[in-house]
């Protein structure tokens, strides 16, 4: 069964920090390479970050880079998401994506599975 489950969004203030979650069946964690992308009112899906969910290997929008952190524990088939420094820009429905077959953050169309997404609302 294919599954991905979002948690911890939230409203936070500017300069804040969240963590997402994302709970992913063996079958969908499995296929090694997993994502979060964002999307804001009336602008495009945006790629966060990616990672091998393997050797742990990590990339991310420059957007973000220095202030979020994405990370795995294989033991609960979860993917994580740390988000610190939290700007009003980061404002977003955020999704968990997996089931591409290389680690990207340009292209959406690259992951099969998709969560329902989980809202974070940064305020100034």
């Known amino acids: 069964q294919v599954q991905l489950v979002e948690s911890g969004g939230g409203s936070v203030q500017a300069g804040g920090s969240l963590r997402l979650s994302c709970a992913a069946s063996?079958?969908?964690?499995?296929?090694?390479?997993m994502a979060w992308f964002r999307q804001a009112p009336g602008k495009a899906c945006e790629g966060v970050a990616c990672?091998?969910?393997?050797?742990?290997?990590?990339r991310y929008a420059a957007s973000v880079a220095g202030r979020f952190t994405i990370s795995r524990d294989n033991a609960k088939n979860t993917l994580y998401l740390q988000m610190n420094s939290l700007k009003p820009e980061d404002t977003a429905v955020y999704y968990c994506?997996?089931?591409?077959?290389?680690?990207?953050?340009?292209?959406?169309?690259?992951?099969?599975?998709w969560g329902q997404g989980t809202q974070v609302t940064v305020s100034s």
């Open positions: 063996d079958y969908t964690y499995n296929r090694y390479y």
């Open positions: 994506a997996a089931g591409a077959d290389y680690c990207s953050t340009t292209f959406p169309s690259a992951y099969n599975y």
């Open positions: 990672i091998d969910t393997r050797a742990g290997s990590a």
